[in-house]
C-alpha cells in the first residue's frame, strides 16, 4: 500500500475509534494473536493509533504491486451512499418524528443535558422536500425549544423566503438537540449520542435535498474532518438524499462578504427542487 493510501485508512482507523465505533472495524482475533500478519494485512502501528486503539488493529487491503506509483494527494470526501458508521441507526418500521421525539425522551444520554434549558427537537414540515441542519441550538432555541430562533435564525428565514419558500415548507433541527455550553461546538461524545436521533428524522422525512449549515453538520453526515472550505457547494448523496453542504448563517453575520457563496449554493438547491427565486 502507498504512504498516501495507508494514512488515509489509519485516519479512518482513529476517527471510527474516537467515536467508539472500533468494533465495527477492527479484527477482534488479531487482538488475541501474535502471529505475523496474513498476506494481504497491514497492521496499523501502535504509536499512529490512540490508546483505545493501540493493539494491532488490521485492515484488509488488496496486494499493491511494488512497481505501481503511488497516487497523487487529492481532498478525499467519500460519498455516503448507505449505512456505515450510523449502523445502530437503522430505518425503524413504522418510525415517525412523534415516535422518535418519544423514543428521546427528556434525555440524558449525554453531558448536554445538565445545562439545558429544553431539547430542541426539531420543526416544519414532516414530509419536507428539503431540510436544513445546523450544529445545535443556541441561547434563544434553548429557551424557546425551537432551531434558529435567534439572529442566525432570522437570517435563515430571509434565506428560505429568497428561495419562495417558508419556513413550515422546509424541516429544520440540528446535529444535537440540547445547548453546548457557551455556544461552543458539539463534542465527538456528544455527536456520537445525538446524532442517532438526526438519522432516524431523515430517515422518517425522506428529503429530496439535505441542506448543512456549517462545518459540523457536514462533517457528521459526510463522516470526514475536513474542513467546509473543502466541498461546500458540492453534491453528494445521503441515504438517498442529495446532500449539499454551506456556510452556517451565523458566519454570515460575521462574514457578510460570504453571502453570495450561500447565495450560490441556495440556487443549486432551487434548481433540484425546481424553484423560481422571489421576486422582489
Not at 490512540?50 to 488490521?58: D, I, N, T, V, Y
Not at 488488496?62 to 448507505?82: L, Y
Not at 441542506?211 to 472550505?229: D, F, H, K, M
Request: hydrophobic share 40%.
Amino acid at each position: 500500500m502507498d504512504s498516501t493510501s495507508r494514512a488515509r485508512v489509519e485516519a479512518w482507523l482513529r476517527y471510527g475509534d474516537s467515536l467508539g465505533l472500533g468494533p465495527y472495524y477492527r479484527d477482534r482475533a488479531s487482538e488475541h494473536s501474535a502471529s505475523a500478519p496474513a498476506a494481504g494485512e497491514i497492521p496499523v502501528r501502535a504509536e499512529a493509533a490512540p490508546p483505545a486503539a493501540a493493539s494491532a488493529a488490521r485492515v484488509r487491503v488488496p496486494a499493491v504491486a511494488s512497481a505501481q506509483k503511488p497516487a497523487p494527494a487529492s481532498p478525499f470526501v467519500p460519498v455516503v451512499a448507505g449505512p456505515s458508521l450510523f449502523e445502530a441507526a437503522e430505518r425503524i418500521e413504522g418510525d415517525t418524528l412523534e415516535k422518535i421525539r418519544e423514543d428521546l425522551g427528556d434525555c440524558t444520554r449525554c453531558k448536554l443535558h445538565k445545562t439545558r434549558t429544553n431539547i430542541v427537537f426539531g420543526v416544519g414540515n414532516p414530509k419536507a422536500q428539503l431540510v436544513f441542519i445546523g450544529e445545535g441550538p443556541g441561547r434563544d432555541e434553548d429557551l424557546q425549544g425551537e432551531p434558529f430562533v435567534g439572529r442566525a435564525g432570522k437570517l435563515l428565514t430571509q434565506m428560505i423566503e429568497a428561495m419562495s419558500l417558508r419556513r413550515e415548507d422546509v424541516y429544520i433541527c440540528n446535529v444535537v438537540k440540547c445547548r453546548p455550553p457557551e455556544n461552543r461546538l458539539p463534542e465527538k461524545d456528544e455527536i456520537a449520542t445525538c446524532s442517532p436521533f438526526l438519522i432516524r428524522q431523515l430517515g422518517v422525512i425522506g428529503p429530496k435535498v439535505i441542506c448543512c449549515l456549517g462545518a459540523c453538520a457536514a462533517q457528521t453526515l459526510l463522516q470526514t474532518n475536513q474542513g467546509i472550505s473543502r466541498f461546500r457547494g458540492e453534491w453528494f448523496d445521503f441515504r438517498g438524499s442529495k446532500l449539499i453542504a454551506t456556510y452556517h448563517p451565523a458566519y454570515l453575520l460575521r462574514n457578510p462578504n460570504a453571502k453570495g457563496e450561500v447565495w450560490k449554493d441556495l440556487q443549486k438547491v432551487m434548481a433540484v427542487l425546481g424553484l423560481e427565486a422571489k421576486r422582489r
